[in-house]
């Protein structure tokens, strides 16, 4: 059986791909700031996922993904129905930045706004447009988001109870990427992820490449292999679950920003486990002369590091997992 769906103005009616556009605010010139929308529905019936990408308007590396996983589904064979949004924050997008150049004094970052408010600043009225649909048709939320290198790849959960938290973590064990936080509820208020697990939706955010260019064509195109794997274990389309294997969860993160600024180079990558004191990265001044090293402050898996070449004080330098725990 068909089922209608409307977002913005994609209003799909049945089997077959249906794209249109989500105003989710206006621009200083009163034109209309519209998010693109792809929604494919299946012959047959089945569950909604719901999928973002540019919540961050520089994390351009989950609209690549969402693009090719969305050009790889088809209608005849999926049960259910995927609502593909790869550009949110518009704005963001176009000015390749984190955050909307037309937020005041708030700093706007979109992940942190949810569910919104119609009569807030812009980023919460962009918040509201886009949580009022996901809200009503979604049953499975997967937000898309980079760090600041190539070699970024882990994921989130939010262990909230019942099935939303339960079938959250079905979604990330079919995605599968070794390293992934099952998110307390305390933290990360506003994001997309916690709003719609606390309103019962199952919810995941998979952490891949870095901003701008800082991506590669690989981890594309894993990225929608392990969708397929999502869509397998919700039933949407046949074939056998892939197993990735054992993975880490950890007990939480920690976000480390730099008290020295020069020329830097890291020493570890991502995945990498560090001690704490670990060194991870060295300083140089702008004579050429080694400065001061880059230390951890605590033992774990290293998520993000800054990449170099240059850091000021105050820039993330290091984003840990910590207590690493086979799951
Ligand atoms: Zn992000």
Known sequence: MSKEIIVGTAHSKGAGVTKGVLK????????????????????????????????????????????????????ATLKGTVVALPILNVSA????????????YNG???????????????????AYALYEPLKKY??????????????VRWALFPQVDGKAGEMSEKVARAFGYRDTLPAPDSILAGSAMMTAAKAGIASFIVECGGKIRAFTDESVADAVDRLHNVLRVLGMEEGAVKDYGTMNFFSNFEWVTATDGGLFERRVLCGDTVEEGTVI???????????????SPAAGIVLAIHPGPVMATGETLIHIGLNPRAA
């Not at 176009?94 to 937020?103: A, G, L």
């Not at 706007?108 to 962009?126: A, C, E, K, V």
């Not at 990265?281 to 230390?295: I, L, P, S, V, W």
């Open 108 to 126: 706007g970052d979109l992940n942190r706004q949810f569910p919104g408010d119609q009569g807030g600043t812009i980023t919460q009225q962009m």
């Open 281 to 295: 990265g060295q300083y140089y001044d702008m004579f050429g002369n080694a400065r001061a090293e880059a230390k």
């Open 93 to 104: 997008f176009q000015t390749k930045r984190r955050m909307s150049p037309y937020e005041g």
């Open 24 to 75: 989710i605010a206006d621009a200083p010139d009163g034109s209309p700031l519209n998010a693109p929308v792809v929604i494919v529905q299946g012959e047959q019936d089945g569950p909604v996922v719901w999928m973002h990408g540019c919540v961050h308007g520089n994390e351009y590396c989950g609209t690549y993904i969402i693009h090719d996983f969305v050009r790889s589904l088809d209608p």
């Open 138 to 151: 979604a049953d499975v939320l997967i937000d898309f988001h980079t760090a600041l290198t190539p070699d």
